[in-house]
């Protein structure tokens, strides 16, 4: 009796620690053979699969649209239909803990098949060797059916690492009706850009005070959080600077237009035209801001920000108690980012797409094939035309606007031209940087590039000492012949 | 007749003994897999560069590069300015809970000991979001309406270097003193009544009590509560990450986050073990010092 009880906790004690285990060994990388379900026989592990023979290829998507997760079973159960041998298991992640938990998985060398990423996180994935080039998977039906622009942004080198689902244009968002009150010729604006002069003296008429406070701004972009990097980088490329390096490779941001840019960005905020708390602005504080009447113009703004105004608008009308508190109603009207040191306007152009990986263990042929076939079915058609209009972002596949040209979308014809007009001037792709330069520009904008922009903000340093605080560490990285000094 | 007595008596020890065994087995596996082995791990990525595919050996450069690293000394530099602001007024606030607790009835004591615990037991993420609204930098934000009252200008709380550590300070200060004031009050219920009996008779006022009896008796749980509490804050990660990302400009990158942001933001897992290794010994080389000096009167 007493040693069945002895039993019975020594059991308790060993599952308790192997239940343990099993939560922390889990590994979603089949590469073609690690479970029989994925690979049908162990004959894919050794590369000799039939073209026919079962397969399973594992996603790691966000929510990338209000609705996209949602429709995991059937985007799941479509593929299935159309890839009768093929199983796509997806694995929904909260846009918080995306890249944490994919990266974890990288760095254990278990990573799923395709997860859902910028096109710019692509090098770090390719300098480590995790990613999997496609180039010799992808059939000339799939890369045909992608504009051209996109899908050089998911190449690296000479490398094809995915299948981009979006082109979005950072951009700014203005309240109409302030636009108009502030004298602001808005669709001239939209249609012709701006300059920083131009747009300083704007943004000044858009400051509202009552005695000394000031009850709304003419400008406010998050700058906190995981928005810590987007305004500079985002001005920076309508500042002579479109990537981080040159033509020539060498490090951009020691460049003369960095000094002026700095400068001019601190001035805005020296004005009275921004917050001066404006580094503790976070995105969903400054989107709050704009929908509450504080701010006549916001950053960045995303195509989808005017859905998500119109949405709260009709909550408004509707006297709906989950309208943004104390919001009013909101014409939004994309514009452009202004240009400065006299440069000519350059859009921040962002591609996210279905990027493939490989685990430790070399992946065979045929699920390579599949990998691909699963990256394109999720980023092109039907699937890419009912994401891309949920985010009213534009369609970059043939078979998406096909797929689309059924699907109603009510968008602001004047946004939409807009955002057109900006899209022709997009930040060209740059594969060509070598993932090593691509790491070592990261790490600076990380250690010292949005610590310094965060003192700056905070009017802690002056735009010379960030300028030389980059310059330094540029040196230090790239040697003095790898930067612009000009 | 006393020989099979005997064997029977051996037998005994011996299936008492596997049973043991087994029940250590289980810990001491547990133990091997999720502490010995990543800590065996992390020692041998640190003379590494760790690739998924296939890590090379580097020899002590993650050490080197680490020592000469600025960030690194300032990273420590905060964390320890951190620590000497913060466990002292930690336990300073547990020690005079516990005492205020201490007189109440059982029930009641039940419910503050609930109330105070209970922060600990919440999501940390949840606990920071109420703490970014307090400390929003806009006019609204509840320390700027506080301050504003006596007629301060409102406050960039965890934007400005000037108040960013501060204000993780305060935090501190405010939340998560639960375990420390549980462990305290099961101390200052182990004081013998006799001692305050005695005390009484000699007229001793509350503070002397608390000066001659309460005082010395606390002093092994005090030393406890300080050496754990020193690690914790050594090893602190989350309030930085959650509240100021390290910025502005590093005034509040916490060692811990480094470790952080070189493991799973640049893929330097060598350096990140070679600081975490380098960090583990400063930590056990404070609780070296904080024992021989401040435990020496100490009986367990």
Known sequence: ?486 | MAQPAQSAKKRKIKGDGVWGYAFIAVALIVYAMFTAYPVLSAFIISFQEYKPLGSTYIGFDNYTATLKDDLFWKSIKNTLVYTVLTVPVALLLSFLVAIMILPLRKKLQAVFKAVYYLPVVASGVALSLVWLWIFDPMPGGIFNQFIGWFGAHNQNWLGASATAMFSLVIMAWLSSHGASIIIYLAALLGIDDSYYEAADLDGASFLQKLWHIVIPSLKPTTLFLLVTAVIGSFQVFQNAYLMTGGGPDHATTMVGLLIFDNAFKYFEFGKAAAQSLILALIIALVSLFQFKFLGKDVDY
Not at chain 1, 165 to 178: D, P, R, S, W
Not at chain 1, 286 to 300: A, D, E, S, V, Y
Request: with cysteine.
């Open chain 1, 1 to 486: 009796m007493m040693n069945k009880g002895k039993a019975l906790s020594l059991m308790l004690a060993a599952t308790l620690s192997v239940s343990a285990l099993t939560a922390c060994g889990g590994n979603n990388n089949n590469n073609g053979a690690a479970s029989p379900a994925a690979s049908g026989s162990s004959a894919a592990a050794s590369g000799s699969a039939d073209a026919g023979a079962k397969d399973t290829i594992t996603a790691l998507l966000p929510p990338v649209s209000p609705t996209y997760q949602d429709n995991f079973d059937q985007m799941e159960k479509d593929f299935n239909a159309q890839y009768p041998n093929l199983t796509l298991k997806i694995e929904p992640a909260s846009w918080e803990d995306m890249t944490q938990k994919l990266d974890t998985q990288v760095n254990a060398g278990s990573p799923p098949d395709i997860a859902f990423i910028g096109s710019d996180g692509i090098a770090k994935y390719v300098q480590q060797g995790m990613a999997l080039d496609l180039t010799d998977v992808a059939t000339s039906e799939m890369t045909g059916d992608y504009d051209a622009t996109p899908l050089e942004y998911m190449k690296n080198g000479s490398g094809l690492y995915g299948f981009p689902a979006y082109m979005e244009v950072h951009a700014l968002g203005g309240n109409k009706q302030f636009l108009e009150e502030a004298g602001i010729d808005w669709k001239k604006v939209q249609k012709d850009g701006w300059t920083y002069e131009e747009f300083r003296e704007a943004i000044k008429k858009g400051v509202v005070k009552n005695g000394d406070a000031t009850s709304r701004y003419g400008f406010v972009f998050a700058t906190a959080g995981v928005a810590s990097k987007d305004y500079l980088g985002i001005m920076a490329k309508s500042a002579g600077m479109p990537a981080a390096f040159n033509e020539d490779m060498k490090y951009a941001y020691t460049s003369k237009n960095y000094l002026e840019l700095l400068t001019d960005l601190r001035q805005l905020i020296d004005d009275g035209s921004m917050p001066k708390e404006l580094s503790s602005v976070d995105a969903g504080k400054r989107w709050n801001m704009f929908l509450t009447g504080q701010t006549m113009i916001t950053g960045k703004g995303l195509a989808t920000f005017e859905n998500s105004a119109k949405k709260n608008n009709e909550k408004i009308d509707a006297k709906d108690g989950s309208a943004v508190k104390d919001s009013i109603k909101v014409d939004y009207i994309v514009l452009p980012v202004p240009t400065f040191a006299g440069a000519l306007p350059i859009s921040y152009t962002v591609v996210d797409g279905y990027v493939a990986f490989r685990g430790k263990k070399e992946p065979t042929a045929e699920h390579k094939a599949n990998i691909a076939k699963a990256a394109y079915f999720l980023s092109s058609g039907k699937v890419a035309a009912t994401t891309n209009n949920d985010l009213f972002a534009a369609h970059i596949t043939k078979s998406a606007r096909d797929a689309a040209a059924s699907m109603p979308m009510e968008r602001d014809p004047n946004n939409q031209a807009a955002v057109q007009t900006m899209l022709s001037h997009a930040a060209p792709a740059r594969p060509d940087i070598p993932a090593e330069l691509g790491a070592k520009a990261i790490k600076i904008e990380n250690e010292v590039i949005i610590p310094k922009m965060q003192a700056l903000l905070a009017n802690e340093i002056k735009p010379q000492e960030m300028y030389d605080a980059v310059k330094k560490a540029a040196i230090a990285a790239f040697g003095e012949d790898g930067i612009v000094q000009d």
